[in-house]
């Protein structure tokens, strides 16, 4: 499957849109609150573990968008956005949204 942040794909004409298609995630447990205790402690630098968390709810968001385009018959998804958002009682837990859109595209070599 093929995901992108662009409208379309070089060398591979959409041939039909599935329509939009999505993908969240929640990281709780003070998860936030502990991140921006971090940045006042590091001032500036960065935090592995909290960027593998990171990482890990972006890459959990995408793998949920790419399951649900496949349900719908898509081979790939484009024009994808990210979006964080804070949210829950004192900012304690992190929303990851993946969105996109599902489309049917010809010459779409397999992605591994």
């Known amino acids: 499957m093929i995901l992108t942040t662009t409208p379309n794909i070089?060398?591979?004409?959409?041939l039909t849109y599935k329509g939009l298609v999505t993908g969240e995630t929640?990281?709780?447990?003070?998860?936030?609150?502990?991140?921006?205790?971090?940045?006042?402690?590091?001032f500036g630098g960065r935090s592995g573990s909290y960027e593998k968390v990171l990482r890990e709810a972006k890459d959990t968001a995408l793998r949920e968008l790419q399951e649900r385009a496949e349900e719908m018959g898509a081979n790939a998804v484009v024009g994808i956005d990210l979006d964080y958002e804070v949210m829950g009682n004192n900012?304690?837990?992190?929303?990851v949204t993946a969105s996109g859109t599902a489309v049917v595209v010809k010459n779409a070599?397999?992605?591994?």
């Not at 990281?27 to 921006?36: H, L, Q």
């Not at 900012?91 to 929303?95: E, K, N």
């Not at 070599?109 to 591994?112: L, N, Y």
């Open 10 to 14: 070089e060398g591979h004409t959409i």
């Open 26 to 42: 929640i990281i709780g447990a003070n998860f936030v609150k502990d991140f921006f205790a971090g940045i006042r402690d590091v």
């Open 91 to 95: 900012g304690s837990m992190l929303m």
């Open 109 to 112: 070599a397999p992605q591994q």
